[in-house]
């Protein structure tokens, strides 16, 4: 299995630009979670996805950030405009809905705004 | 916010066992307790989980105590690859879950 792939590895954007993450889950797998790591503030989960729906979007910062679905391998999300404050390590997740399967992570994409 | 408390960081000398501690005094009798680590630069790593029962597998130990309000994560020969940031977390049982990780431990393992 090849894992949870992220892609690109590394963003370097300008401030105001748009930028778009990309997640490709493992097969088979139905929940997708999206976190934001910064030394400042840690691991923030921002926004999860069950069976393609978004459950709970109350850590996505700002109107800015958007994030999509749209089949069931494979999440987007969108920062438009970037600002130089979203530059941070964008990680994404998934697991199977079944019994107690754990949260698979990516590599991550290091993001920075200039 | 994260319902669990670990100490911020820890040194365990390289083939020593690395027990390290956490907090859940608040947990529920439906909510399990994962271990997960996060090497520099990598994506967290699921390591092991548990409900009552102390549990083994090939990476590692989780002790749970009998009242479930506290658990170790025991590494039993740690390597220096085992370096990395520690988190225990609480998911319940059933149900969809936010997965909320808190500052975790920063564990060193010492040449």
């Known amino acids: 299995d090849a894992g949870v792939i992220q892609s690109p590895r590394h963003e370097v954007t300008e401030m105001g630009q748009e930028v778009t993450l990309r997640c490709k889950l493992i097969s088979g797998h139905n929940s997708l979670f999206w976190y934001r790591q910064t030394m400042m503030r840690g691991l923030e989960l921002l926004i999860y996805?069950?069976?393609?729906?978004?459950?709970?979007d109350s850590g996505m910062p700002e109107d800015r950030f958007s994030a999509k679905m749209p089949n069931a391998s494979f999440s987007t999300l969108k920062i438009q405009p970037s600002e130089p404050r979203d530059s941070a390590v964008y990680f994404c997740a998934s697991r199977s809905g079944t019994g107690n399967s754990p949260l698979h992570f990516g590599n991550g994409t290091r993001l920075t705004v200039t | 916010d994260a319902k669990t408390t670990q100490p911020p960081s820890m040194d365990c000398a390289e083939g020593r066992a690395a027990n390290l501690p956490c907090n859940h005094s608040?947990?529920?009798?439906?909510?399990?307790v994962y271990w997960y680590r996060q090497i520099h630069s990598q994506g967290p790593q699921y390591i092991i989980h548990?409900?009552?029962n102390n549990e083994t597998n090939e990476m590692a130990s989780l002790i749970i105590t009998e009242d479930r309000k506290s658990s170790t994560l025991i590494l039993p020969h740690a390597t220096l690859r085992d370096t990395a940031v520690y988190y225990c977390?609480?998911?319940?049982?059933?149900?969809?879950?936010?997965?909320?990780f808190g500052t975790g431990t920063r564990l060193k393992v010492l040449a």
């Open positions: 996805f069950n069976n393609n729906v978004p459950i709970d």
């Open positions: 548990g409900l009552k």
């Open positions: 977390i609480l998911r319940p049982v059933s149900g969809t879950y936010k997965y909320i």
């Open positions: 608040t947990i529920s009798g439906n909510e399990y």
